[in-house]
T-cell receptor, first 115, second 109 residues
Framework: GAGVSQSPRYKVAKRGQDVALRCDPISGHVSLFWYQQALGQGPEFLTYFQNEAQLDKSGLPSDRFFAERPEGSVSTLKIQRTQQEDSAVYLC?????????????FGSGTQLSVL | TQLLEQSPQFLSIQEGENLTVYCNSSSVFSSLQWYRQEPGEGPVLLVTVVTGGEVKKLKRLTFQFGDARKDSSLHITAAQPGDTGLYLCAGDSNYQLIWGAGTKLIIKP
C-alpha cells in the first residue's frame, strides 16, 4: 500500500478482554516500531522489529503485552486482560532501513478505550 | 534517562504572527527530528537535523539544531491556520526515538 495501515481505527474493550491490533507497514520496509501515545503526550516506545526479529521489547509495559511479526511484514500487537490504564492510541511506524536519522512513516493509529 | 522537554506546551496565536517553540535536553543526540501531528493521525516528519548549529528551512518554518546537539527550535513566520497541530520533537538514541510531549499550536484566523 501507499502508507502504513492500522486496524481497527477504534477499539472499545471491556476490562479483562483480549485485543489484537494490526499493522501493515509500507512494502519493503525493514524496520517496524510500535508506540503508545496517551492523550496530550508524545509517543512512547513499546517494541522494535527488524524484519521478523523482535530486537527490543523493553518498552512493553507488562507481560500482558505481546507483539509479533512472523513473516517480516504485517505485525500484530496483542494485549491480554486489558486494563483501563491501557487506554491510549497505539501507533505503528515503519522505515526503509535501520540506522539513525531514518525517516519513520506512521500509521493513523488504533485508539483503544478500555471500559 | 534521556528526556526531551518541549515548550510551551500550548500556544494559541492569531494568523500572521510569528512564533518559536523549543525542544531542550541535557543529553546529546546524534540527530533530532521534528514532526507535526493532526488529530486522529500519526505524526508526519517535517525535518531531520544532524549537525550542531544546522539550520533548515521548510517554506515558512525554520529549524535550528543547537551547537551542542542538545536542543532545537522551530520558528514559524506569518503563521497560518493550516499550521495548527501538535509539534513533536524526537531525538535519535540508537534506533529508538526519545520523544517530547509536544507543543499544541492553534492558529486563529
Amino acid at each position: 500500500g501507499a502508507g502504513v495501515s492500522q486496524s481497527p481505527r477504534y477499539k472499545v474493550a471491556k476490562r479483562g478482554q483480549d485485543v489484537a491490533l494490526r499493522c501493515d507497514p509500507i512494502s519493503g520496509h525493514v524496520s517496524l516500531f510500535w508506540y503508545q501515545q496517551a492523550l496530550g503526550q508524545g509517543p512512547e516506545f513499546l517494541t522494535y522489529f527488524q524484519n521478523e526479529a523482535q530486537l527490543d521489547k523493553s518498552g512493553l509495559p507488562s507481560d500482558r503485552f505481546f507483539a509479533e511479526r512472523p513473516e517480516g511484514s504485517v505485525s500484530t500487537l496483542k494485549i491480554q486482560r486489558t486494563q483501563q490504564e491501557d487506554s491510549a492510541v497505539y501507533l505503528c511506524a515503519s522505515s526503509l532501513a535501520y540506522g539513525f536519522g531514518e525517516k519513520l512513516f506512521f500509521g493513523s493509529g488504533t485508539q483503544l478505550s478500555v471500559l | 534517562t534521556q528526556l526531551l522537554e518541549q515548550s510551551p506546551q500550548f500556544l494559541s496565536i492569531q494568523e500572521g504572527e510569528n512564533l518559536t517553540v523549543y525542544c531542550n535536553s541535557s543529553s546529546v543526540f546524534s540527530s533530532l527530528q521534528w514532526y507535526r501531528q493532526e488529530p486522529g493521525e500519526g505524526p508526519v516528519l517535517l525535518v531531520t537535523v544532524v549537525t550542531g548549529g544546522e539550520v533548515k528551512k521548510l517554506k515558512r518554518l525554520t529549524f535550528q539544531f543547537g551547537d551542542a546537539r542538545k536542543d532545537s527550535s522551530l520558528h514559524i513566520t506569518a503563521a497560518q491556520p493550516g499550521d495548527t497541530g501538535l509539534y513533536l520533537c524526537a531525538g535519535d538514541s540508537n534506533y529508538q526515538l526519545i520523544w517530547g510531549a509536544g507543543t499544541k499550536l492553534i492558529i486563529k484566523p
